[in-house]
């Protein structure tokens, strides 16, 4: 796996994080799009993005927020649907991975699905390719499915 970027979130002496705060104005869609943006930085691919880094005395990492909305399966077919828009293929799977560590971490879900937890690790990495069969038991974990539609013709 490639190494991984913390990111954090800036917490104001008062306790109030205003990356949060922003965030929970925007629509569920929107949000889910924030967060695949922000699962690209985690793996270090900044050519979308042009970042200035501050330095902060108080933050919280962005994942603790993530990874507690995600528990919502409403929230987590969101994140997976923006994914699947995602012209880089590996991000479905790194916001696969994230649901799946929200959802109690990876040897939970991994019990919970019947799969191997170190194949489930592989499976979930950037360049990782599972079975349906093991992308079908991993979203059921979740409380998630798969669902086709038809193409929106343009």
Known sequence: ???EYQLEVYQRANGTFPFVEWESELSEK???IVSTRLARLRQGNFRILIIRWYFMKKSKP???FLFERLKNPKEAAAYLNAALQDEDPGIFLIALRDIAQANG???HVAQ???LNRETLYRTL???GNPTLTNLLGLLG???LQLNVQPALQS
């Open 141 to 143: 974990t979740c409380r």
């Open 62 to 64: 962005h994942k603790n």
């Open 105 to 107: 971490g990876m040897a």
């Open 1 to 3: 796996m490639t190494e």
């Open 112 to 114: 919970e699905a019947h």
């Open 125 to 127: 990495s950037k360049k």
């Open 30 to 32: 929107e949000r889910a």
